[in-house]
T-cell receptor, first 114, second 112 residues
């Protein structure tokens, strides 16, 4: 099992460019998440998908869109990148919600916006 | 909104010492609390998950406790080793919605 995989690992964009970060999990999990991690801020939830076909905003959704393509895949799109979106982006998945909701993380995408 | 705090932000100990990392949260209405380890430039690795009905969980040299009423969790690491050097993060899952709230972590250095 690969667990949670993310592509690309690194990316440099210019302001205004767009890109899509890809995430896939092979654990048959229902829920998937996108976080960003910034120094001194901890991890903050951007969007999540509680189940296939549903998506919801997290704490910091502005400037991002998501697509839950199927049960395995959850993508994050930056339509017009800004320097403030320079960050490390993590995808995570979990079986569902509630007391047994253990999260598993991918290796991250390091994004720099110039 | 749930606030999660981890103090201290950094900790340095000699090899072999037992140590405790702290996590506090403001809202006791949680489903569970999860401890993670993050190595520099890497993703998060799950260490322990404590459900709200449990008081502690153990895995090898790690023991995590949960006191919901006081909004605290501790991660106890026994006989620390240089390989334990990493950042340790805690996250709480509130019992409404699917959001998780993370602390900013404690950076641990174990000196040989």
């Amino acid at each position: 099992n690969a667990g949670v995989t993310q592509t690309p690992k690194f990316q440099v964009l210019k302001t205004g460019q767009s890109m899509t970060l890809q995430c896939a999990q092979d654990m048959n999990h229902n829920s998937m998440y996108w976080y960003r991690q910034d120094p001194g801020m901890g991890l903050r939830l951007i969007y999540y998908s509680a189940s296939e076909g549903t998506t919801d905003k997290g704490e910091v959704p502005n400037g991002y869109n998501v697509s839950r393509l199927n049960k395995r895949e959850f993508s994050l799109r930056l339509e017009s990148a800004a320097p403030s979106q320079t960050s490390v982006y993590f995808c995570a998945s979990s079986q569902g919600s509630g007391a047994y909701n253990e999260q598993f993380f991918g290796p991250g995408t390091r994004l720099t916006v110039l | 909104k749930q606030e999660v705090t981890q103090i201290p932000a950094a900790l340095s100990v000699p090899e072999g010492e037992n140590l405790v990392l702290n996590c506090s949260f403001t809202d006791s209405a949680i489903y569970n609390l999860q401890w993670f380890r993050q190595d520099p430039g890497k993703g998060l690795t799950s260490l322990l998950l404590i459900q709200s009905s449990q008081r502690e969980q153990t895995s090898g040299r790690l023991n995590a406790s949960l006191d919901k009423s006081s909004g605290r969790s501790t991660l106890y690491i026994a006989a620390s080793q240089p390989g334990d050097s990493a950042t340790y993060l805690c996250a709480v899952s509130p019992n409404t919605g699917n959001q998780f709230y993370f602390g900013t972590g404690t950076s641990l250095t174990v000196i040989p």
